[in-house]
């Protein structure tokens, strides 16, 4: 695997499309340090065309003026995605998952092309876990592409069905075309290898014969994060550099590369 940093000097393919996932666990180290200003900073040297973040945190400003009433102005709201989107310029797409008076975190989807308004879909196979799936669109290359964004369960039996409930998504309403599925899929067993590849998906670690072990970030030894394409082609699996102190994950970085739309294509995308 080659270093990251030349990324930033060497001429990019037109048809190049760099993609990152990672849980940010809120904006905390695995020692409970704050590290979300060290996340943005590390995100600002990645020229990437899309982030998809999970865990990502949303404080409610403690101002005198805000505490005696209810509201869920964004100006009320300190947001981590937001702030990083803007230090980027980036555009957004947000999918809260858990709601306190205070606090709340979710998915979120950045990209450098426009973003359709995001959609949330609540799949929590149990109370306990509040989990969602983050749809967004954007346009590639003249294409229409698919941003998935997840987080699923902790338990075996609860991922699973979440992972069945998400293949129903993609077959019902994205049954073709570009698309990319990227989260924390806590998949230590690669349960979701096959039921995507059913479905005509490829994880892009498994096809570049790499091992993206992503858990624990200082010592990484689980493949809890994948990567799954549709019409993308995998060509490097990128290592990230200067990372694990800053979340519980380390960042799942890929080179994936989209071909230009035949003519048929670009009528239909016209």
């Known amino acids: 695997m080659k270093s990251l940093f030349p990324l930033h000097t060497a001429p990019r393919d037109p048809h190049e499309f760099v993609a990152v996932s990672w849980n940010l666990h809120k904006g905390r180290s695995p020692l409970g340090f704050q590290t979300w200003q060290a996340m943005r900073r590390w995100m600002q040297r990645i020229p990437a065309d899309a982030y ?3 865990e990502v945190m ?5 101002t005198s ?16 995605a937001t702030e990083i989107s803007t230090a980027l310029q ?18 979120a989807i950045l990209s450098s092309s426009p973003l359709t308004p995001g959609e949330r879909w609540d799949i929590s196979a149990h109370r306990f876990e509040q989990r969602g799936l ?27 069905r979440q992972m069945e409930w998400l293949a129903h998504w993609i077959v019902r309403e994205a049954p073709n075309g570009p698309l990319i599925l990227a989260g924390d899929f806590n998949d230590w067993k690669s ?37 799954f394409v549709r019409e993308f082609t995998p060509m490097e699996l990128i290592p990230a550099s200067k990372a694990a102190w800053l979340s519980d994950h380390l960042p799942y970085i890929a080179r994936l590369r989209l071909a230009p739309p035949t003519p048929i294509q670009q009528k239909i995308t016209l």
């Open 90 to 107: 980036l555009h957004l797409a947000l999918g809260p998952n858990v709601h306190k008076p205070s606090w709340r975190h979710g998915n």
């Open 191 to 227: 349960d979701s290898i096959p039921i995507f590849q059913a479905l005509g998906l490829c994880e892009v670690a498994m096809t570049l014969g790499q091992a993206a072990k992503t858990f624990p970030a200082f010592s990484p030894a689980l493949a809890l994060d994948k990567m």
């Open 134 to 160: 983050l749809v967004a669109r954007t346009i590639v290359n003249q294409r229409p592409v698919i941003l998935l964004c997840v987080h699923l369960a902790l338990t075996r039996a609860a991922r699973l």
């Open 58 to 62: 949303a404080q409610r400003r403690s």
């Open 52 to 54: 998809f973040l999970q």
């Open 65 to 80: 003026s805000n505490k005696s009433r209810i509201t869920t102005a964004d100006e009320d709201w300190h947001c981590h």
